[in-house]
């Protein structure tokens, strides 16, 4: 008897909420589990908690009986596929944490029905599924399940982005079996419009690291590209647009305050970590890294440098937090750095950012604070910093989304 399509999405955040509604849009009942209670709570009640997903959208959801949210990993038992969506960080010592990877599989271990297909989508190193997932699933799983079906398919979506989205992105699909293929390839092709079917599990783990190894090396790239310019009395704007007109062979990168979010800063480090435990080192990759994280220190820098050096205590105004444009979501956000280098440089910051209502335990500023400068770090839609302008405040562009004239400094 054919099962009915549930689909199990464990991890209900900026991946798992997106997929949820997605399989729905393609006849899935979906379950999302999530062990934050307090998440849960608010996902049922109708609102979403993150951009990609709107209130309405959930809320249809919930009415029609398609969705809903628990923190009962029992619900998993009545999925046909199940989908790991939760964070893969790093510990302090900035090395792969898959310490919630590893409780979601024993989370839904023990409740895995027969023929069930256990897809990761979470980012990590290649080997992630078939040595760390596949073995917890296998220990702790119901005697009476004997076959379950094992792939990666690593989310590639761009949260806030108006154009790529959960479905229209091509999805990369591994799996460790004909059977586990065949699977996991009619499941994607049911949600996503495109399914690229890679040969193993770890090409596809692998291929996410390089995507995202790719922007971080390109960003940093640029990132030194634009302290050089800045020496040499150049606009690098300028200089990026002019080599932007070569047809092929180019493709360009903005410099900013660094690098933020989830996935850039955090993914090429499994990439070097994965690269250490073969005996190879990613010291390009490294370097990266380093460059990126000097960023906050050099535009600390620049934004003092503004400042009459008569005044000893500057204050600082920092417009926008987030990572990046459009969210609110300020993880692993290079303003943290920067607010650091400010204060240490003397600085009294405060910060404002329309997206975020608190960040790091402090509230924002009105735009009208008063300020000895003010550093744009990420331009949210509907910031008015013209203000800042008409008031004659200078501002240090970090964005590359402000006209140039006076008062207005490119970085
Ligand atoms: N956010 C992105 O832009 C993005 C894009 C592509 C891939 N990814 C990857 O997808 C994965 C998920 O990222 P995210 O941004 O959706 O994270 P998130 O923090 O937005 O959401 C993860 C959710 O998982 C829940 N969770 C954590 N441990 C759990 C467990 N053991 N059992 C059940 N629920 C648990 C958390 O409470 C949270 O709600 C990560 O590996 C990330 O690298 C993220």
Redesign the pocket.
């Known amino acids: 008897m054919q099962r009915p399509q549930i689909l199990a999405v464990?991890?209900?955040?900026?991946?798992?909420?997106p997929l949820a509604m997605a399989a729905i849009d393609a006849g899935w009942s979906v379950i999302g589990?999530?062990?934050?209670e307090a998440?849960v709570s608010q996902i049922n009640s109708g609102s979403s908690?993150?951009e990609d997903v709107s209130d309405l959208q959930l809320q249809s959801a919930i009415a029609k009986g398609v969705y809903r949210a628990t923190?009962d990993?029992t619900a998993v038992a009545d999925a046909s596929v199940i989908t790991?969506?939760?964070?893969?960080?790093l510990d302090n010592k900035r090395e792969p944490d898959l310490?919630?990877?590893?409780?979601?599989?024993?989370?839904i271990a023990p409740y895995v029905s027969n023929e069930t297909l256990v897809v990761s989508?979470?980012?990590?190193y290649p080997g992630t599924l078939r040595d760390i997932i596949i073995p917890i699933v296998n220990s702790f799983k119901p005697a009476t399940t004997s076959s379950i079906y094992f792939a990666s398919a690593?989310?590639?979506?761009?949260?806030g982005d108006p154009n790529w989205n959960q479905k229209n992105t091509p999805r990369l699909v591994g799996a460790v079996d004909e059977g586990s293929k065949i699977r996991a390839l009619a499941f994607y092709e049911a949600i996503c419009d495109a399914v690229v079917s890679v040969s193993t599990p770890e090409v596809a783990e692998a291929a996410?690291l390089l995507e995202?190894t790719f922007r971080l090396v390109n960003i940093a790239l640029v990132n030194e590209f634009t302290q050089l310019c800045s020496a040499g009395g150049i606009n690098v704007h300028e200089v990026i647009d002019a080599a932007s007109s070569k047809p092929y062979g180019f493709m360009p990168f903005r410099p900013g305050v660094g690098v933020g979010?989830?996935?850039i800063p955090?993914?090429p480090l499994y990439l070097t970590w994965w690269a250490h435990q073969n005996g190879s080192n990613a010291t390009f990759v490294e370097l990266a890294d380093v460059i990126n994280h000097g960023m906050p220190k050099y535009v600390a820098h620049r934004a003092l440098s503004m400042v009459d050096q008569i005044i000893n205590n500057p204050k600082v105004l920092i417009m926008g937090v987030a990572y990046k444009s459009g969210v609110g979501?300020v993880?692993e956000t290079p303003v943290s750095e920067l607010r650091d280098c400010l204060k240490t440089g003397g600085a009294e910051v405060a910060w404002h950012d329309p997206f975020v209502t608190t960040w790091e335990g402090t509230n924002p500023v009105d735009l009208d604070w008063d300020c000895d400068v003010a550093i744009l770090a990420t331009m949210q839609p509907g910031m008015k910093v013209d203000q800042l302008i008409q008031r004659g405040i200078k501002i240090l562009d970090c964005t590359n989304s402000m006209t140039v004239r006076e008062g207005v400094y490119s970085l």
């Open positions: 464990v991890g209900q955040g900026y991946v798992g909420l589990v999530d062990n934050f998440k908690p993150v923190t990993f790991i969506c939760v964070p893969t960080p310490t919630l990877l590893r409780s979601a599989a024993s989370g989508e979470s980012t990590s690593p989310e590639r979506v761009n949260p996410k995202n979010g989830h996935c955090v993914d979501d993880r």
